[in-house]
């Protein structure tokens, strides 16, 4: 169900079937395919049997600072699975489970403020020990995007790129290239391989409203007597606007922050020579 408060108990995240996600991939010509809905692989159920399909997720993680991320896990079986959803509020500990298990995995919408405020011992984290960033998202700010594949470069991090579309419109018109990957194998060893080139669209203030409406439809025609709170979406233009407004500053901060520093971000096990040099004297 939807996060957004006062919504949790009406709207869903996504009204999409997994069997037409599955086929627009395939008819947009995806060679394979995986779905990462946020802390669930329920639309895996059914699309086990196609063997050019792979389980991932979109998980809700919680930083050492207190922040929230989210994060790519790619490649999962249900143990797997079951064991992200047990530690997803321990950054650290789901850290050790992925590297332990060679899950390859990655920091989406690095400059998006959809899961709220971030802290700079965040990006050190990232910088640190996560393996890829997500460097083209389809429903975020291309600046956003932008920013993310500089960072990504800077620090020698693979790159990745999804449609992140809760509406059946947006699948698969961004996407991962792994060039001369023909199976579900070659695609992964080649997202660890740092082989993985982005392709497809950006995000716009249009396209998300446009999205909202549909999911208005959706909510319609299952819960017809949602009719009721219809009048309410004369607001949505001005919802998504503010949105959209602040997803801009949330990323120029950002990046002017990260990009503003002289030195690159600096690793968690470096040691602060300034410390250092206070406790010495």
Known sequence: MCSTPGLSRICKESYNDPAEVYARCKRLGMTVVTITDHDSIEAAEVLRKHPDFFVSEEVTVRMPSGTEMHLGAYGLTEKDHAEIQRRRSDFIALLMYLTEH???????????????????????????????????????????????????????????????????????????????????????????????????????????????????????????????????????????????????????????????????PKMLWEVDRRMETNWAS
């Open 102 to 264: 060679k899950i390859f995995f990655s920091v989406n919408h690095v400059f998006s403020g959809l899961t709220g405020r971030r802290a700079t011992e965040d990006f050190a984290w990232f910088a640190s020990y996560v393996p890829a960033f997500e460097v083209r998202n389809g429903q975020m700010w291309s600046e956003a995007n932008r920013s993310a594949e500089r960072l990504a470069e800077r620090l020698g991090k693979a790159g990745i790129a999804g449609s992140d579309s809760h509406t059946l419109s947006g699948v698969a018109e961004t996407f991962t290239e792994v060039p001369g990957a023909r199976t579900v194998d070659d695609f992964l060893i080649g997202l660890r391989a740092g082989h993985g080139v982005v392709h497809g669209e950006n995000g716009h203030y249009l396209k998300l409203t446009a999205d909202i409406f549909r999911f208005a439809g959706s909510l319609l025609r299952e819960k017809p007597w949602a009719a009721v709170i219809l009048p309410l979406t004369v607001f949505v233009p001005a919802i998504t606007a503010g949105h959209w407004l602040n997803e801009i500053r949330f990323c120029k901060r950002w990046t002017q922050r990260l990009e503003g520093e002289a030195k690159r």
